[in-house]
């Protein structure tokens, strides 16, 4: 069966640094797409970032470029998302997804089919 757990979520000061995991069982990360998206109270799910499965290409979020980098451990089994410079507006419960195709990621929700249960990040002084 196929599952994902987040972890790595927490406080942290604006200015801090957070590094999400995304742990795997039941597949390999490397035959599937991986995306990070994050919900806001009140708001819609957004997309964050993503990496493709078969050329390892990544997409960002306007909001988060230059800020979080996406990347895969394929030895773990894991996906994390590293995030700098935190700011209140990046407060938000994570999640990653997945989906088995090839070519270029997409941030859009509807493209995955599988979703881990998220991690909530709180960016506060």
């Known amino acids: 069966q196929l599952q994902l757990v987040e972890s790595g979520g927490g406080l942290v000061q604006p200015g801090g640094s957070l590094r999400l995991s995304c742990a795997a069982s039941g597949f390999t990360f490397h035959n599937y797409t991986i995306g990070w998206f994050r919900q806001a109270p009140g708001k819609e799910r957004e997309g964050v970032s993503c990496?493709?499965?078969?050329?390892?290409?990544?997409n960002y979020a306007n909001s988060v470029k230059g800020r979080f980098t996406i990347s895969r451990d394929v030895a773990k089994n894991t996906a994390n998302l590293q995030m700098n410079n935190l700011k209140p507006e990046d407060t938000a419960i994570y999640f990653c997804?997945?989906?088995?195709?090839?070519?270029?990621?997409?941030?859009?929700?509807?493209?995955?089919?599988?979703w881990g249960q998220g991690t909530r990040v709180i960016v506060s002084s």
């Open positions: 990496i493709s499965r078969s050329l390892g290409d990544t």
């Open positions: 997804a997945v989906v088995s195709v090839r070519g270029p990621c997409l941030l859009r929700s509807g493209f995955y089919d599988y």
